[in-house]
């Protein structure tokens, strides 16, 4: 078997002869197509793992995004009157970040090794507002709701464009990011009004065969987030329920997940093999995963010790 095959009886909720685990990373803001490239390249490499997700620069759905009013600091733009929403404009498929992030996708697709599936990362659309005023749910107390969801549907209208193009480039589906689902960050009544019904347009615009939720930090919204159309829920279950038998249960997808990202950017190896055992013993290793559910910087020598515990665990909890 190889990776695409692991990954597609993990969908399957299967177990297959080798566990699964995929770990991501942002690229650096201001670098280039070939820079966030080469780190997703690397990551995957490095970790031998079972998906390979892009790497772009934090926060690149929204760098080309500009209206009458913007403020624009080192190279972020920031909303700073609410009723410059509903004039919100200037991101394209075609040109300034969203291009440089499809010619990454493209470098990627040219040079990964064997049958890797590759996931492009997309942020969801109020997400993208949020970067560009985080008083965001002032606005909305302010009145100014109209006019955000404009904004939204001009995000959303762009965001499946990218999506529908990413596919047709040979992406094999989405990494759908939707950080604002948690309760710690806003209201579960106001994501259900101005989050879930655009990352559903969004979602619906994927044609892929392997796309990704990744739900929020620390406190995700679970009851609105387990009845989104994906393939595969990834959160991270050291730091938010549901856990992971509860998330397969009631979604009845495959969970990435199970490994705390503090363990492995601390290098804490005996709570890291805690972890796979804890994931594989309430999985059986069926339907799983293993990652830590958010981006990662591990610490050295990480890598090879978390493939040679995955070996060494999974085969003493047998089939």
């Not at 990776?3 to 770990?23: D, L």
């Not at 999506?163 to 948690?182: H, K, M, S, T």
């Not at 960050?185 to 259900?192: D, G, K, N, P």
């Not at 339907?287 to 591990?298: F, M």
């Given at each position: 078997?190889?990776?695409?095959?692991?990954?597609?009886?993990?969908?399957?909720?299967?177990?297959?002869?080798?566990?699964?685990?995929?770990?991501?990373?942002?690229?650096?803001?201001?670098?280039t197509a070939e820079d966030h490239a080469r780190a997703a390249l690397a990551l995957a490499e490095e970790w031998e793992s079972s998906l390979l997700i892009t790497a772009p620069a934090a926060g690149y759905s929204g760098e080309d995004y500009t209206a009458?009013?913007?403020?624009?600091?080192?190279?972020?733009?920031?909303v700073t009157d609410p009723g410059d929403w509903g004039r919100l404009s200037g991101s394209s498929v075609n040109h300034g970040a969203l291009a440089r992030e499809q010619d990454a996708l493209r470098q990627i697709l040219a040079e990964k090794k064997g049958?890797?599936?590759?996931?492009?990362?997309?942020?969801?659309?109020?997400?993208?507002?949020?970067?560009?005023?985080?008083?965001?749910?002032?606005?909305?107390?302010?009145?100014?709701?109209?006019?955000?969801?404009?904004?939204?549907?001009?995000?959303?209208?762009?965001?499946?464009?990218?999506?529908?193009?990413?596919?047709?480039?040979?992406?094999?589906?989405?990494?759908?990011?939707?950080?604002?689902?948690?309760?710690?960050?806003?209201?579960?009544?106001?994501?259900?009004?101005?989050?879930?019904?655009?990352?559903?347009?969004?979602?619906?615009?994927?044609?892929?065969?392997?796309?990704?939720?990744?739900?929020?930090?620390?406190?995700?919204?679970?009851?609105?987030?387990?009845?989104?159309?994906?393939?595969?829920?990834?959160?991270?279950?050291?730091?938010?329920?549901?856990?992971?038998?509860?998330?397969?249960?009631?979604?009845?997808?495959?969970?990435?997940?199970?490994?705390?990202?503090?363990?492995?950017?601390?290098?804490?190896?005996?709570?890291?093999?805690?972890?796979?055992?804890?994931?594989?013993?309430?999985?059986?290793?069926?339907?799983?995963?293993?990652?830590?559910?958010?981006?990662?910087?591990?610490?050295?020598?990480?890598?090879?010790?978390?493939?040679?515990?995955?070996?060494?665990?999974?085969?003493?909890?047998?089939?």
């Open positions: 078997m190889n990776s695409r095959e692991w990954i597609q009886a993990a969908i399957a909720g299967e177990r297959p002869e080798r566990i699964p685990a995929a770990f991501w990373q942002s690229g650096s803001r201001g670098g009458p009013g913007f403020t624009k600091v080192g190279g972020v733009v920031y049958d890797i599936p590759v996931l492009f990362r997309v942020t969801s659309p109020l997400a993208t507002i949020f970067r560009l005023a985080f008083h965001l749910p002032e606005d909305i107390r302010r009145g100014a709701g109209p006019m955000i969801k404009e904004a939204l549907k001009t995000v959303t209208e762009t965001t499946c464009a990218l999506v529908q193009r990413v596919i047709e480039l040979g992406a094999d589906g989405i990494f759908f990011e939707a950080p604002l689902a948690d309760y710690e960050l806003i209201s579960e009544a106001v994501y259900r009004e101005y989050g879930a019904p655009y990352d559903l347009a969004v979602l619906s615009a994927s044609s892929g065969w392997c796309n990704v939720l990744s739900a929020g930090w620390t406190n995700c919204m679970f009851p609105v987030l387990r009845k989104y159309p994906v393939q595969i829920f990834a959160w991270d279950a050291a730091q938010s329920l549901p856990d992971i038998a509860e998330a397969q249960d009631v979604m009845g997808v495959c969970c990435m997940t199970g490994i705390s990202r503090r363990h492995l950017e601390f290098g804490l190896r005996n709570e890291v093999e805690r972890d796979i055992w804890h994931a594989l013993r309430a999985t059986g290793g069926r339907g799983l995963i293993l990652s830590a559910g958010a981006p990662v910087q591990p610490g050295p020598g990480m890598a090879a010790f978390f493939r040679k515990a995955v070996q060494d665990i999974g085969g003493r909890l047998g089939r």
